[in-house]
């Protein structure tokens, strides 16, 4: 897999109507990428302890997709092996009455991870330039007439550069992925959940209706990957019509960043060590008494 293909950090342009959102799956057998996914969660998890042991830097993961794409199950088998007390997932649907008394990026600041912790943003501050582009609701939102232009969306573009290079500036890698299938793949998976009553809590009569706004959602997410997409914040595209397959580049990438993380577990000086191994000798005499 070569994960430059899915890569979106300003040197070329996503569309999506050109997009495969199969990849080159077919290549692949199912089960010899699902043993690879279980061997390479062990390597996420050493990476983990290792980023949460130095705390110098954190991770943040922002995840984007239409419904029934695959973000619950991303996080939930990717992530499947790290410690929890070194992640913390934020979910981000509709704002809330304090929410929307701030500024849109208020509520995601807040809950940026700590330094040697990873960050899971299930939905994050870009629906502001997606569903609030789609459904104009910035228009019935409390905010001054000079913020309410035609270029409101160009200058959140540009918000959003700023702050992801502020992040990233303070010690913050930021890794977003925009999990991509087609119309007909999320048809199929709105049935399954009718069908299996046990998902039918995953359905509802909402989806329908954003469903008849792909055309301007796959636009919205278009203009977003484009104007976003920077070096030190760039955009993964993953085709996400096979889950197995998407989980597996979503970890390939994860790994790949953190190996040029590269974090280490902290190094004691020399008299720190002999501290150490006096200690060691305290220990070990209590065993001879």
């Known amino acids: 897999m070569n994960l430059n293909n899915f890569c979106f950090d300003g040197k070329k342009k ?3 109507k050109t997009f495969n959102t199969s990849g080159d799956s077919k290549k692949y ?7 690879e996914i279980q061997s390479d969660i062990l390597k996420l998890k050493k990476f983990q302890d290792r980023l949460y042991a130095e705390g110098k830097e954190a991770v943040l993961i922002i995840i984007q997709a239409m419904d029934a794409a695959g973000k619950d199950g991303i996080i939930k088998h990717v992530m499947a092996g790290i410690n929890p007390q070194g992640v913390k997932v934020s979910n981000f649907k509709q704002p809330s009455v304090e929410e929307l008394a701030h500024d849109y990026l208020w509520r995601s600041h807040k809950v ?4 040697g912790r990873i960050g899971i943003f299930n939905r994050s501050y870009y629906e502001d330039v997606l569903v609030s582009k789609v459904h104009e609701l ?3 939102q409390l905010m001054p007439k000079r913020c309410k232009t035609k ?3 160009k200058l959140r573009y540009k918000q959003i550069v700023n702050f992801e290079k502020y992040l990233w500036e303070n010690g913050v890698t930021v890794l977003k992925f925009f999990l991509c ?4 793949t999320q048809k199929e998976r709105f049935l399954k959940r009718i069908d299996d009553t046990s998902k039918n809590w995953k359905f509802s009569k909402s989806d329908l209706e954003e469903r008849k706004h792909w055309g301007k959602y796959m636009s919205a997410y278009q203009d977003a990957i484009n104007a976003t997409g920077k070096k030190t914040a760039a955009w993964y595209v993953i ?8 989980r597996r580049l979503v970890l390939n990438i994860l790994l790949k960043s953190f190996k040029e993380i590269n974090p280490k577990y902290p190094e004691f000086q020399k008299n720190k060590r002999n501290e150490f191994l006096s200690y060691k000798k305290i220990l070990t005499s209590e065993e001879k008494k």
Do not use: C, M, T
Not at 29 to 35: A, F, P, Q, R
Not at 239 to 246: G, S
């Open 138 to 140: 910035y228009k019935f």
């Open 29 to 35: 057998k199912k089960e010899k990428i699902l043993k």
């Open 239 to 246: 085709p996400a019509d096979q889950k197995w397959y998407a």
């Open 181 to 184: 299938i087609s119309k007909k």
């Open 112 to 115: 940026l991870p700590r330094k």
């Open 151 to 153: 270029n409101i969306f």
């Open 14 to 16: 996503f569309n999506y």
